[in-house]
């Protein structure tokens, strides 16, 4: 059995990098990444489209979800984002702030990210183990045994930074919450969030590719729970883009409660359409009434709210049910009847409850000398950096409680 480090890290990815990072800042030289797949930071090169966006620099608590919120929203009062750009800096790397206070590395490559991180463990002596998935972790001689595909290793502290389910192929299996799991924690049913939404294929017919600024309205009965404005991205049978998928988490909540769910699109929010209507109808006479919407919205989104109007599209546009087709620009409301899987999520929801762990260390009440970070716990945020500020700050917290405790 490998005793050579007595902080064993269980994941390589955001939070545990900078997990390990800040161990070794603490205690040079005292901790060893455990690491499933054949390179560490996988997911994290996909991020933000492969340009990574680490962290927001205005953070708005309601865009955090989960048991761990409250304590995201303490340790950001704690470490706010610029203490955060400050910790990167120190690493090397360089980043510079876009709209809606989206923080990016300089070169707008995640790769930058990654390598600042990966450099960084190197210079305090961090050690890795690639190829080497944790199959049972188990206390032992007043520390933890942990059983790997690369043997046995035994550490004095064990830091759970295993990620969540979301985006199978780049590698995620869910097995932090696993563990914690086997361990005696308990931890929210793990769900899909910033996921695309389902809805019925008949209604959004011919959309398949097109794309539509709106603002969207989640209803849930006839009541509205959330509001998001962005770009929509049609498929067959589902709806992403980022306002869509930010919907998704309420959306599968309610629809697990047997709630019946809605999507509101309003494709003209700023425009006051009827007159504009009219004054075309008039002008357009007996021309094809696809005309109508022509530079409102894209043609073959025009298609598909005449058919909902139940107008063909070639009949006159003098003769159109004109405040049919205003209610639809303004409020068409489309079924939503899922949410796609993990495969197509970008976030886990759940993992392990905030009840079950120290808001200072982030050390488990339940197991002493076990630690968790990431997307292990249970915590989601919104698109716009949230979910890797986590990764950072908790990671951070873990690290150092962690090796402090050594």
Not at 38 to 64: D, W
Not at 130 to 141: E, K
Not at 371 to 391: I, K, S, T, V
């Amino acid at each position: 059995m490998n005793r050579d480090f007595p902080l064993l890290i269980v994941g390589a990815g955001a939070s545990g990098l900078i997990a390990a990072f800040a161990a070794s800042r603490a205690r040079p030289c005292c901790a060893r990444l455990l690491e499933k797949e054949a390179r560490v930071g996988r997911k994290l090169l996909a991020t933000g489209n492969g340009r990574c966006n680490l962290l927001n620099a205005s953070p708005t608590p309601s865009r955090m979800h989960g048991s761990f919120a409250p304590l995201a929203a303490q340790m950001l009062a704690q470490t706010p984002p610029e203490a955060l750009l400050a910790t990167f800096a120190e690493m090397g790397l360089v980043c510079r702030q876009e709209a809606e206070g989206r923080v990016y590395p300089y070169s707008g490559q995640a790769g930058a990210v990654l390598d600042a991180l990966r450099f960084a463990c190197e210079r305090q002596g961090v050690a890795t183990s690639c190829d080497a998935r944790v199959h049972s972790l188990r206390p032992l001689h007043g520390g933890f045994c942990v059983q790997t595909d690369a043997g046995d290793f035994w550490g004095c502290k064990v830091i759970i930074a295993a990620g969540g389910r979301a985006a199978p192929a780049l590698g995620a299996t869910g097995d932090g919450a696993g563990l914690l799991t086997q361990l005696g924690h308990a931890c929210a049913k793990e769900r899909p969030a910033l996921a695309p939404l389902k809805t019925a294929p008949q209604a959004i017919r011919g959309m398949k590719g097109v794309r539509l600024r709106a603002k969207l309205s989640l209803l849930v009965g006839r009541r509205p729970v959330q509001e998001e404005t962005g770009e929509l991205l049609f498929g067959d049978a589902s709806i992403s883009g980022v306002a869509a998928m930010q919907l998704a988490r309420a959306a599968g909540s309610a629809l697990a409660q047997g709630s019946q769910v809605r999507l509101c699109i309003d494709a003209t929010p700023d425009l006051d359409v009827l007159p504009l209507l009219r004054a075309r109808a008039a002008l357009l006479g007996k021309e094809p009434a696809e005309r109508l919407l022509l530079g409102l919205v894209p043609t073959r989104a025009a298609l598909c709210l005449l058919r909902a109007a139940e107008y063909p599209p070639q009949s006159a546009a003098k003769d159109a049910p004109l405040q049919r087709l205003e209610s639809l620009l303004h409020a068409w409301e489309l079924p939503v009847e899922g949410v796609e899987p993990f495969a197509q999520a970008q976030v886990t929801a759940g993992g392990a409850l905030a009840r079950e762990f120290s808001p200072q260390t982030l050390e488990s009440l339940r197991v002493p000398g076990l630690y968790a970070c990431g997307e292990a716990l249970d915590f989601d945020g919104d698109c716009g950096g949230y979910n890797l500020m986590w990764a950072w700050l908790s990671g951070l917290r873990a690290g150092t409680a962690a090796a402090e405790a050594l």
